[in-house]
Structure formats: C-alpha cells, structure tokens
C-alpha cells in the first residue's frame, strides 16, 4: 500500500544507528565516529548516529561480546522498534578476534543477535563503513 511504500522511503533515506561498543581497543569505535565528521560525512546518506534505542534502526555492535555487556546488548536489542538491523563492526563483533578464548567473552554478536551486516577489519576502514551501510540500505 501507499503508507507502506512511504515508510520504506523514510527508512532508506534517513536510518538512524546506534553505537554499542561491548569491550575491545575502541579502534572501531573511532573509525565509525571518523564516519560521521564531516570528512567523510555519511549524513549525505541520511545516516544520523542516535543515543536511545527507541528510535533507531540499525544497531552498530564493536568488540567481542562478553558476559559483563550480554544483557545490557538483549535489553537494546528488544528495546528497538521492528524492523532493525544489526552490524557486526570489526573482526572482534564478527568473530571475537584477538580476544577469542578468553575466560569472558562469549563470541562474536552474531552468538546473541541476527547479524543483517559483517564489517571486516582492524579496526575497519571509514570507507569499507560507508560501503557496508549504503549496501544495507539497498537491501532494505
């Protein structure tokens, strides 16, 4: 129907994400920050990074996840409205990375979440970030 086609519109041309970094260097941290200054500047995509998860689309995960930041990541999780997307940020939110066998973490997000997007890297390239998010909102 017509609404359903405007709200499809709204969700591709302004996704809002939300950062929930659960352990690790903060070296994705920083580049996904590095995405939203004006250098790179993906607000042309109409990505704007949001702080509460009731009004986000898409959750950016870095950093393995531990068993310190597995509920406060479900609680987010839940709290965000239907549909939403998760992106694994980083070889440490994909796979665990240097941190795999570690006594606390419990594996990479895709272990906890439905992963929609794998960013590969360490820490990942600013533009690999952008690819990766303007490839997910053409599949949306």
Request: glycine content about 8%; overall charge positive; aromatic content about 6%.
């Amino acid at each position: 129907t017509m609404i359903e086609r405007l709200l499809r519109w709204g969700r591709i041309k302004s996704p809002w994400i939300l950062h929930y970094n659960s352990g690790g260097c903060n070296g994705c941290d920083i580049e996904l920050l590095d995405v939203l200054t004006p250098r790179y500047d993906a607000e042309r995509l109409g990505i704007l990074k949001e702080a509460a998860p009731r009004h986000a689309d898409i959750l950016v995960c870095t950093g393995p996840v531990t068993l310190k930041s597995r509920d406060p990541l479900l609680r987010i999780y839940e709290q965000m409205p239907e549909p939403r997307w998760v992106v694994a940020l980083g070889a440490c939110a994909c796979t665990s990375g240097i941190f795999t066998g570690s006594y606390h973490v419990l594996g990479g997000v895709d272990r906890l979440l439905p992963v929609s997007l794998y960013v590969p890297g360490c820490p990942c390239r600013p533009e690999a970030i952008i690819r990766s998010l303007a490839n997910l909102l053409e599949k949306i």
